[in-house]
C-alpha cells in the first residue's frame, strides 16, 4: 500500500520497533503541553494586543511627517501594526469557518493536531506496513488521557484552571479531538483487517483475544461517535449522554484488555475518570426548591433556598449569578435510579437574594429555564400538581464569566455592550446587574434585550433588575403575534420591521428606568453606538439564538476592520 509493504523482522529489529512505537507515543503526549504553551502565548499576545494604548513600550512616538500623521489618525487610537494585526487575526480565528460548522481558529487547531498527529505516526517506520498500523493506534491511545481531561466539568479541572475557561468553553476541543482518535482508531483497525487479509490469517485471528477487544473497542467508539451527532443531540440528549458516559467508560475497560502497550495510557484515563467523579460528586448539594410556571412565558421558575447568609461569606464555593447549576429533580423518573451526574441538566443563575425567614437571611437562587419536552416540562407538570418543595440535586457552580468582571479588565473597556434574546437574558441580565454595580465600568454600558412579551422580562426578571439602571427593550411577539427569537428552532427570525420607537416608555410591572421599544432592534445601529468614539477596547457580550449571535458579530467586524479592538463573548445554551 503506497511505499508501505509486510517486512519480515528478526528479534533485535522488533524491539527496535518497539522503543520507536513506545516513544512517539509518548511524545505525541508530552506534545500536548506544547501546544497549550503555543495557546497560552497567543492569548497573552492578544492580550497585549488589546491593552489599552499609551500602555506598554510598543507604542510609536507621534510621526513627524503629514502622510504618516494622516495614517495615524484614520485608525481609532494610536496603535502599532503588530497589535493590530493580531486583534484582526484573533477575530480573523473566532470566525465560523462554513456557517454552523465550527469556527476557523478550531478548524486550523484541529488540523494542526492531526497533521502532528500523522507525522508521529509515520516517521521512522521506513516501508513497515506493520509499524504505521500499530503506530497509529498507539498514537491515537497517547491522547485518550487528555480526551478524557477534556469531559471534566469541575472548577479544579487542569485545563478550566490553565485556560480561565469554563468546560462548556473548551468543550469543542473534546468534541474535535474524538473525530480525530476515532479516525485514527478506525484506520488502525481498517489496516490491520487488510494485513489479516492478505496474510490468509483472518479466521485464525479473529478468535485472538487481543481482535476481539480490538472489534469490540471500535465498535464501542462508533456507537460513541453517532449518538454524538447533532441529530440524535437535538432528539434526545440524554440517549447521548449516556451512552457516552457508560460507553465511554466500558471502552477504557476493552481497551485495557486489547495490547498491554496502551495499558499505561487507559489508566492514566481511569485515574482522571475517578477523579472527575470525585471532584463532580464534593460539588454536588441536596437542596429544596419550588418550581412554578410564569404566566403564559412558556419559562419556569426555579427557586432554591441555599442556607444562611452567613454560610455563603467567605466560602470557597460562592454562588454568583451568571455562572450554571446542573440540576436534576425528583420528578425526574430517575432521580433515584442513576447517578447524580447522569442526569442532570445545566441552567444559568439567574438571581441570588436574600429573604427573611425565622429570625435569619437565607439566601435565595432563582433559575429560569424555557420550558421544552424533557426534564423542564417534567417539572413544568411537576408544579401545575402542586406547589409544595421538591428535593433537587445541584451541581456547581460553574462558569468562567466572572472574568469579563475583574476591575483590571472592566477599566481597560471604553464601552460596555450587552445584547441578550429571550432566555438568554438569565445571563445577560446578572450579567448586567454586577457590571453596573461595579465602579471600574465604564459609563458607557449598555444592554439591549429582545423579548417575546413584556411578561417575560417583567415576572421573570423584576427581582433581579430592581435596584439597577435598566435595560433597553425590545417586545419582539406581543403585538403581531410573531416571535422574533426562536428559542425552539435555535434562530433569530426576523420576521418584524421595527414597529414603534418609545425611549423611556415605562412598563408596567415595577421595573425602573427600562427604556422600552416595540420590534426588533437594529443591531447596526446598537454596535455602532458603542463603538463610535470608543478610545479603548469595547466590550461585546451575547447571549441569544445562534442567529442573533451571528448578527452581533457581523456588525462589530467592521469596527475590527478598522482597527477597533473588542471583547467579544458569546454564550450559548448548547453543547
Ligand atoms: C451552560 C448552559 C447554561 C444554560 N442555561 C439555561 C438557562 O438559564 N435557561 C434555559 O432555559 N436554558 C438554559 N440552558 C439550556 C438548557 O440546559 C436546556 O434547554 C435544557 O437542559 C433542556 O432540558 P429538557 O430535558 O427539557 O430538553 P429536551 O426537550 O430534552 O431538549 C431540548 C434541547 O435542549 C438540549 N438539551 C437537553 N438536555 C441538555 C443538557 N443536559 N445539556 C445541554 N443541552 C441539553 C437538547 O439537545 C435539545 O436541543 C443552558 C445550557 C447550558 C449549556
Same mark, same amino acid.
Given at each position: 500500500m503506497f511505499w508501505f509493504g509486510f517486512v519480515s523482522l528478526n528479534e533485535e529489529e522488533k524491539v527496535q520497533r518497539r522503543i520507536l512505537l513506545n516513544q512517539n507515543a509518548l511524545i505525541a503526549q508530552l506534545s500536548a503541553i506544547g501546544a497549550i504553551v503555543a495557546i497560552k502565548t497567543f492569548l497573552y499576545l492578544v492580550w497585549l494586543a488589546k491593552r489599552?494604548?499609551?500602555?506598554?513600550? @510598543?507604542?510609536?512616538? @507621534?510621526?513627524?511627517?503629514?502622510?504618516?500623521?494622516? *495614517?495615524?489618525? =484614520?485608525?481609532?487610537?494610536?496603535?502599532?501594526?503588530? =497589535?493590530?494585526?493580531?486583534?484582526? %487575526? @484573533?477575530w480573523w480565528l473566532s470566525g465560523e469557518f462554513v456557517i454552523g460548522w465550527g469556527t476557523r481558529g478550531q478548524w486550523i487547531l484541529a488540523g494542526w493536531w492531526t497533521v502532528w498527529l500523522l507525522y508521529l505516526s509515520i516517521r521512522e517506520t521506513g516501508n513497515d506496513y506493520l509499524h504505521m498500523t500499530k503506530r497509529l493506534g498507539l498514537v491515537g491511545a497517547s491522547q485518550l488521557p487528555l480526551h478524557y481531561l477534556l469531559v471534566m466539568k469541575s472548577r479544579f479541572s487542569p485545563l478550566a484552571l490553565i485556560f480561565n475557561r469554563s468546560h462548556e468553553e473548551l468543550n469543542w476541543i473534546h468534541q474535535y479531538l474524538g473525530r480525530i482518535l476515532s479516525a485514527m482508531f478506525l484506520a488502525h483497525a481498517g489496516l490491520y483487517l487488510n494485513f489479516f487479509v *492478505?496474510?490468509?490469517? %483472518?479466521?485464525? =485471528? %479473529? *478468535? &485472538?483475544? &487481543?481482535? %476481539?477487544s480490538g472489534l469490540m473497542a471500535i465498535a464501542v467508539i462508533s456507537v460513541i461517535g453517532l449518538s454524538a451527532l447533532g441529530y440524535v443531540r437535538m432528539l434526545s440528549y440524554r440517549t447521548f449522554y449516556w451512552i457516552h458516559v457508560i460507553l465511554g467508560g466500558y471502552l477504557l475497560l476493552v481497551l485495557y484488555s486489547h495490547v498491554v502497550h496502551i495499558q499505561i495510557y487507559i489508566i492514566e484515563c481511569a485515574v482522571i475518570s475517578m477523579l472527575n467523579v470525585a471532584l463532580r460528586w464534593t460539588e454536588t448539594s441536596h437542596l429544596s426548591g419550588t418550581v412554578s410556571v410564569v404566566g403564559t412565558t412558556g419559562l419556569i421558575r426555579v427557586e432554591m433556598a441555599l442556607g444562611p447568609v452567613s454560610q455563603g461569606q467567605g466560602s470557597s464555593r460562592e454562588w454568583q449569578p451568571g455562572q450554571h447549576v446542573y440540576i436534576s429533580s425528583k420528578s425526574s423518573r430517575w432521580f433515584n435510579l442513576v447517578p447524580g451526574y447522569l442526569s442532570k441538566n445545566p441552567f444559568t443563575i439567574c438571581n441570588i437574594s436574600s429573604s427573611d425567614a425565622g429570625g435569619g437571611s437565607i439566601r435565595q437562587m432563582t433559575l429560569i429555564a424555557r420550558c421544552q419536552k424533557g426534564a423542564t416540562k417534567q417539572l413544568a407538570e411537576k408544579s401545575k400538581l402542586s406547589p409544595a418543595p421538591i428535593p433537587f440535586r445541584v451541581e456547581g457552580p460553574y462558569g468562567s464569566s466572572h472574568r469579563y468582571l475583574?476591575?483590571? =479588565?472592566?477599566? *481597560?473597556?471604553?464601552?460596555?455592550?450587552?445584547?441578550?434574546?429571550?432566555v438568554g437574558g438569565t445571563y445577560a441580565v446578572p450579567m448586567w446587574v454586577s457590571m453596573i454595580r461595579r465602579s471600574e465600568t465604564p459609563s458607557r454600558a449598555r444592554f439591549v434585550w429582545a423579548v417575546r412579551s413584556m411578561e417575560e422580562a417583567v415576572c421573570v426578571f423584576g427581582d433581579a433588575l430592581t435596584d439597577s439602571k435598566g435595560p433597553d427593550l425590545y417586545v419582539t411577539g406581543e403585538r403581531s403575534g410573531q416571535a422574533a427569537v426562536s428559542e425552539e428552532s435555535g434562530d433569530y427570525v426576523e420576521l418584524q420591521e421595527m414597529e414603534t420607537s418609545l425611549p423611556g416608555e415605562a412598563p408596567s410591572g415595577g421595573l425602573r428606568g427600562v427604556t422600552m421599544r416595540r420590534g426588533r432592534p437594529s443591531l447596526g445601529v446598537v454596535v455602532s453606538a458603542s463603538f463610535s468614539g470608543a478610545s479603548n477596547t469595547v466590550c461585546v457580550i451575547v447571549c441569544g439564538p445562534k442567529g442573533m449571535v451571528r448578527d452581533v458579530r457581523q456588525e462589530v467586524s467592521e469596527w475590527v476592520d478598522n482597527g477597533y479592538a473588542v471583547d467579544f463573548h458569546a454564550e450559548f445554551y448548547g453543547l
Amino acid at each position: 500500500m503506497f511505499w508501505f509493504g509486510f517486512v519480515s523482522l528478526n528479534e533485535e529489529e522488533k524491539v527496535q520497533r518497539r522503543i520507536l512505537l513506545n516513544q512517539n507515543a509518548l511524545i505525541a503526549q508530552l506534545s500536548a503541553i506544547g501546544a497549550i504553551v503555543a495557546i497560552k502565548t497567543f492569548l497573552y499576545l492578544v492580550w497585549l494586543a488589546k491593552r489599552p494604548a499609551g500602555v506598554g513600550k @510598543e507604542d510609536t512616538p @507621534e510621526p513627524s511627517s503629514p502622510h504618516a500623521k494622516f *495614517q495615524r489618525s =484614520r485608525s481609532p487610537w494610536s496603535v502599532s501594526s503588530w =497589535r493590530l494585526l493580531v486583534r484582526r %487575526l @484573533e477575530w480573523w480565528l473566532s470566525g465560523e469557518f462554513v456557517i454552523g460548522w465550527g469556527t476557523r481558529g478550531q478548524w486550523i487547531l484541529a488540523g494542526w493536531w492531526t497533521v502532528w498527529l500523522l507525522y508521529l505516526s509515520i516517521r521512522e517506520t521506513g516501508n513497515d506496513y506493520l509499524h504505521m498500523t500499530k503506530r497509529l493506534g498507539l498514537v491515537g491511545a497517547s491522547q485518550l488521557p487528555l480526551h478524557y481531561l477534556l469531559v471534566m466539568k469541575s472548577r479544579f479541572s487542569p485545563l478550566a484552571l490553565i485556560f480561565n475557561r469554563s468546560h462548556e468553553e473548551l468543550n469543542w476541543i473534546h468534541q474535535y479531538l474524538g473525530r480525530i482518535l476515532s479516525a485514527m482508531f478506525l484506520a488502525h483497525a481498517g489496516l490491520y483487517l487488510n494485513f489479516f487479509v *492478505q496474510a490468509g490469517v %483472518l479466521e485464525k =485471528r %479473529l *478468535q &485472538d483475544d &487481543d481482535v %476481539l477487544s480490538g472489534l469490540m473497542a471500535i465498535a464501542v467508539i462508533s456507537v460513541i461517535g453517532l449518538s454524538a451527532l447533532g441529530y440524535v443531540r437535538m432528539l434526545s440528549y440524554r440517549t447521548f449522554y449516556w451512552i457516552h458516559v457508560i460507553l465511554g467508560g466500558y471502552l477504557l475497560l476493552v481497551l485495557y484488555s486489547h495490547v498491554v502497550h496502551i495499558q499505561i495510557y487507559i489508566i492514566e484515563c481511569a485515574v482522571i475518570s475517578m477523579l472527575n467523579v470525585a471532584l463532580r460528586w464534593t460539588e454536588t448539594s441536596h437542596l429544596s426548591g419550588t418550581v412554578s410556571v410564569v404566566g403564559t412565558t412558556g419559562l419556569i421558575r426555579v427557586e432554591m433556598a441555599l442556607g444562611p447568609v452567613s454560610q455563603g461569606q467567605g466560602s470557597s464555593r460562592e454562588w454568583q449569578p451568571g455562572q450554571h447549576v446542573y440540576i436534576s429533580s425528583k420528578s425526574s423518573r430517575w432521580f433515584n435510579l442513576v447517578p447524580g451526574y447522569l442526569s442532570k441538566n445545566p441552567f444559568t443563575i439567574c438571581n441570588i437574594s436574600s429573604s427573611d425567614a425565622g429570625g435569619g437571611s437565607i439566601r435565595q437562587m432563582t433559575l429560569i429555564a424555557r420550558c421544552q419536552k424533557g426534564a423542564t416540562k417534567q417539572l413544568a407538570e411537576k408544579s401545575k400538581l402542586s406547589p409544595a418543595p421538591i428535593p433537587f440535586r445541584v451541581e456547581g457552580p460553574y462558569g468562567s464569566s466572572h472574568r469579563y468582571l475583574e476591575p483590571a =479588565r472592566l477599566r *481597560q473597556y471604553s464601552s460596555v455592550l450587552i445584547v441578550a434574546g429571550g432566555v438568554g437574558g438569565t445571563y445577560a441580565v446578572p450579567m448586567w446587574v454586577s457590571m453596573i454595580r461595579r465602579s471600574e465600568t465604564p459609563s458607557r454600558a449598555r444592554f439591549v434585550w429582545a423579548v417575546r412579551s413584556m411578561e417575560e422580562a417583567v415576572c421573570v426578571f423584576g427581582d433581579a433588575l430592581t435596584d439597577s439602571k435598566g435595560p433597553d427593550l425590545y417586545v419582539t411577539g406581543e403585538r403581531s403575534g410573531q416571535a422574533a427569537v426562536s428559542e425552539e428552532s435555535g434562530d433569530y427570525v426576523e420576521l418584524q420591521e421595527m414597529e414603534t420607537s418609545l425611549p423611556g416608555e415605562a412598563p408596567s410591572g415595577g421595573l425602573r428606568g427600562v427604556t422600552m421599544r416595540r420590534g426588533r432592534p437594529s443591531l447596526g445601529v446598537v454596535v455602532s453606538a458603542s463603538f463610535s468614539g470608543a478610545s479603548n477596547t469595547v466590550c461585546v457580550i451575547v447571549c441569544g439564538p445562534k442567529g442573533m449571535v451571528r448578527d452581533v458579530r457581523q456588525e462589530v467586524s467592521e469596527w475590527v476592520d478598522n482597527g477597533y479592538a473588542v471583547d467579544f463573548h458569546a454564550e450559548f445554551y448548547g453543547l
